[in-house]
């Protein structure tokens, strides 16, 4: 009498159906960490683009002021905006406007705070 041999034990949890599938799954994580990881940039420190700087120079309540004055245009086109949506697109516009009114309390309220210069 012959005996059917056994299958190999294999892990049912394994992503690996063969050595080929191993080799495919390292290749891809390579290039995924290649993409999406590069060194690169993880080690570059972040440097802000000169070309949109604020005036080193200025003092606090000149940039307070003109962050509120950009907060409050802001504000206003996006109730503007919201005024020609409906449904949940106005109510994400209106949700945004509210957040630039509340950062707009929260300068205005650090402009009272300043002490002013001469």
Do not use: W
Request: proline share 9%; glycine share 6%.
């Amino acid at each position: 009498m012959s005996k059917t041999p056994e299958p190999p034990i294999t892990d049912p949890a394994s992503p690996y159906a063969s050595p080929n599938s191993r080799k495919l799954h390292e290749a891809a994580e390579r290039a995924l960490d290649h993409y999406l990881l590069p060194a690169a940039i993880v080690a570059t420190p972040y440097t802000p683009n000169a070309l949109f700087m604020a005036n080193p120079h200025a003092d606090t309540e000149s940039l307070l002021t003109n962050a509120c004055g950009s907060l409050a245009s802001a504000s206003v086109m996006l109730g503007n905006f919201a005024g020609m949506l409906e449904g949940s697109n106005r109510h994400t516009l209106l949700g945004i406007a509210q957040v630039v009114m509340l950062g707009e309390l929260a300068v205005n309220k650090a402009l009272d705070l300043v002490v002013p210069t001469e």
